[in-house]
């Protein structure tokens, strides 16, 4: 199922990173941060009502030499691409500025549903002033307070209205989706296309359900493969390349439907802290992972060298420690057949289910061996574990008190869990939970 994407849409100073954070840092509604290991607040999955959504905040434009409304122009532009329902803020202590009526002209050519937030009302005398803002032709203007939480629930539910009806067929369970990411030149076409022209492959092309993209259909190694398609990031190629950060929203969205997400490397140009970033979407999102180090044609290679990079990947990527990692050429097929097996195993274990009593078998074993310590005088009891679900796998340890289970032990269990079961390729959950 497709989340819908809201953008906040407006000039410098109206308040909407005010209004993002409310919405993703407090309880206003119950919230998840998607953010990988950096996080620049600019992509966060938010809930409301029972509906999650995606939420962008168009915030950072400054004042500068540039023509300020070149650049509104310019973050508007990526919002309105990326949105299915736009809210348009503005200041309620300035009234209707040029800047405002710029932003407007641009949200009326995006046939798409456009939310007025009439922002930093902060006291009910105010609200008489929100009548001029009728003028921007969008409707009905929802008084709010960022600062204060004030108006936020009605205007949510005029966004959630606003959400398409239509939703996403269901995948086939026996067909396995999987994306290709990575930063700009890393050869993510290249390996596309390199997949896909193996002799060995029937290729056929099929619609996909996110907006401007076509997946397509892939058979190899006796099963069904979907490569869902991010080459919509290079349709709006000159607007993504000068605002880089944004180009990991159109890989958010294929990570959302994928078993198992490919993190591209560029062996040519080693790690760069934007590879960090872009991994850790995948693995915040609970997708099975297979790190794949492209170009490695281009190295200059001795007996230790895939050693060594690999080392130094771990290293990096401590929080992916479970995925394996391929290296391999797109530009001339070397090791490229080593890629599906990878994908394969990524994605079986992703689907993996333990039986209880094996399960339990394995964390006694383990609390037998390391005892868990006593905290503030007082010591955790496991007293049971079972799994709850996949995709990724989850389980729920039962014990006599959560708190007492520091994220220390929590990781032991895992790596014990992980020893006698593999798992290879797919985060896991761990949940501690007091015995009812």
């Keep these: 199922m497709r ?14 990173s005010t209004i993002f954070n409310r919405l993703v840092g407090e309880r206003i509604s119950i919230v998840e941060d998607v953010p990988g290991v950096t996080r620049d607040r600019i992509y966060a999955q938010a809930e409301w009502l029972t509906t999650t959504f995606n939420l962008i905040d168009t915030g950072g434009i400054e004042m500068s030499d540039e023509p300020l409304l070149t650049k509104i122009r310019h973050q508007a532009e990526i919002a309105i691409e990326e949105a299915d329902v736009i809210i348009f803020l503005v200041n ?3 009234g209707i500025t040029a800047a405002d009526e710029e932003v407007a002209k641009l949200l009326y050519k995006s046939n798409k549903p456009v939310v007025l937030g009439v922002n930093k009302i902060d006291n009910p005398e105010m609200r008489e002033t929100i009548y001029e803002y009728y003028s921007l032709g969008f409707g009905e203007p929802f008084p709010i307070s960022g600062a204060h939480g004030l108006g936020l629930g009605d205007l949510l539910d005029e966004v959630v209205r606003h959400f398409p009806k239509h939703e996403t067929t269901e995948q086939d369970e026996d067909t396995i989706y999987f994306s290709v990411i990575g930063r700009p030149n890393v050869g993510k076409s290249s390996l596309v296309n390199a997949l896909l022209n193996e002799e060995r492959v029937i290729v056929s092309d099929m619609e996909g359900t996110t907006r401007d993209a076509i997946d397509t259909k892939l058979h190899a190694y006796d099963q069904d493969f979907v490569i869902i398609d991010t080459a919509g990031m290079r349709k709006r190629g000159k607007v993504y390349e000068s605002t880089e950060k944004y180009s990991v929203l159109r890989a958010l969205k294929a990570i959302e439907r994928s078993d198992v997400v490919l993190v591209l490397l560029d062996a040519e140009t080693g790690i760069r802290e934007q590879d960090k970033r872009i991994a850790g979407y995948a693995h915040e999102a609970g997708r099975a992972v297979v790190i794949v180090v492209n170009k490695w044609d281009t190295v200059t290679k001795t007996d230790k060298t895939m050693q060594e990079f690999e080392t130094n990947i771990r290293a990096h990527f401590q929080y992916l420690d479970y995925a394996p990692i391929v290296f391999l050429s797109a530009k001339t097929k070397k090791r ?6 990878a994908i394969q195993l990524a994605s079986e274990n992703h ?5 209880t009593n094996v399960l339990n ?6 609390i037998a061996l390391n005892p868990s310590p006593t905290i503030k005088g007082r010591k ?3 007293l ?7 995709k990724p796998p989850r389980f729920v340890v039962f014990v006599n008190d959560p708190e007492l289970m520091h994220f220390s032990y929590k990781r032991f269990l895992e790596n014990k869990i992980r020893e006698a079961f593999g798992f290879v390729g797919t985060p896991i959950k761990i949940v501690p939970r007091m015995r009812q």
Excluded: W
């Excluded at 490229?336 to 097996?341: A, D, F, M, N, V």
């Design 3 to 16: 989340k819908a994407t809201v953008a906040i849409v407006g000039r410098p100073n109206v308040g909407k």
């Design 92 to 94: 309620g202590k300035e």
């Design 336 to 341: 490229l057949h080593t890629l599906i097996p």
């Design 351 to 355: 689907s993996k289910r333990v039986p």
């Design 361 to 366: 078998d394995v964390i006694m074993d383990a």
């Design 380 to 382: 955790l009891k496991v």
């Design 384 to 390: 049971y574990c079972t799994q709850v679900g996949v």
